[in-house]
């Protein structure tokens, strides 16, 4: 039953309404800085060079004033070629739906469910995306094969 609600019009609209909400709710507060985002990384969460991050970011909610190729460009700054960068890289969809529907994991062809951040890392030069069809994850460097 839940899984029939969750797939349905109804479902999705009530989720975009949701987030669109918590999207102007920040409207008016003050932007993050890439300064400020480098500082929390290195100084409070205390990331550096060979780190492994895995990150899943809803980037509107960070209520940026940079984009997210500055952000992908910040973390492979502070993880170095030592490192690597994991994104989950889901397509749209439930995981149920995608499976019943045949379609093939093409990532040529796929949107990614999982935000901006996670479908320009997959554009990298240096990144991988798995080929998994229901939960793929990009990865960039080190371990990304």
Sequence with gaps: MLSRFKSSQIYAYLRKR?????????KGKTKL???ELKKILLDDLKREVGDNLLIHCGFGFLN???TPEDLIALLKSIVGEQGTIIMPYYPIGLSNDWLESGQIFDIEKVR????????KLA????STVSIHPTKAVVAWWKFSK
């Design 64 to 66: 940026p004033d940079f």
């Design 33 to 35: 800085s890439l300064n």
């Design 123 to 126: 554009l990298d030069k240096g």
């Design 18 to 26: 949701k987030n669109r909400d918590k999207r102007n709710d920040l």
């Design 112 to 119: 990614c469910r999982t935000g901006i951040l996670a479908e």
